[in-house]
């Protein structure tokens, strides 16, 4: 699996920078360059993690097809689909507005050793 993924690896930029790039099957389509040069990116890395946090936050907490399809117009990630989920599943603002509310009509009254007063309290 990795021998075939250094394959792909386009000449043409690896002697014009030093970014590994991924030379993906659509590049008779006359498009950007860096989309059909995708740069390569390691699954788990701090520039990764982010870039990811970054996308996040520039497309208003998207969540995960989004972000997915806007990194892939320019980075290919390797398992980028689980590395965004857990990016996004770490973002406490989106995990606040998720949050669900608690139900207080399931809970019972205090039982009445717990409401009755005691003498320390008269
Ligand atoms: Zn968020």
């Keep these: 699996m990795r021998k075939k993924i250094l394959c792909m690896v386009c000449k043409w930029c690896e002697v014009t920078t030093s970014v590994l790039r991924v030379k993906t099957r659509i590049i008779e389509r006359d498009d950007d360059l860096s989309f059909l040069y995708p740069i390569l990116l390691p699954s788990k890395h701090y520039l990764t993690e982010c870039l990811i946090r970054e996308y996040h936050l520039k497309y208003c907490h998207a969540g995960v097809q989004i972000l997915a399809a806007k990194l892939r117009l320019q980075y290919w990630i390797f398992s980028s689909k689980r590395n965004i989920r857990s990016c996004v599943s770490r973002c406490v603002v989106c995990k606040r507005f998720t949050a669900k509310s608690v139900d207080y009509s399931t ?7 717990r409401v009755r007063e005691r003498g320390t309290l008269r």
């Design 107 to 113: 809970y019972t009254a205090a039982p009445l050793d």
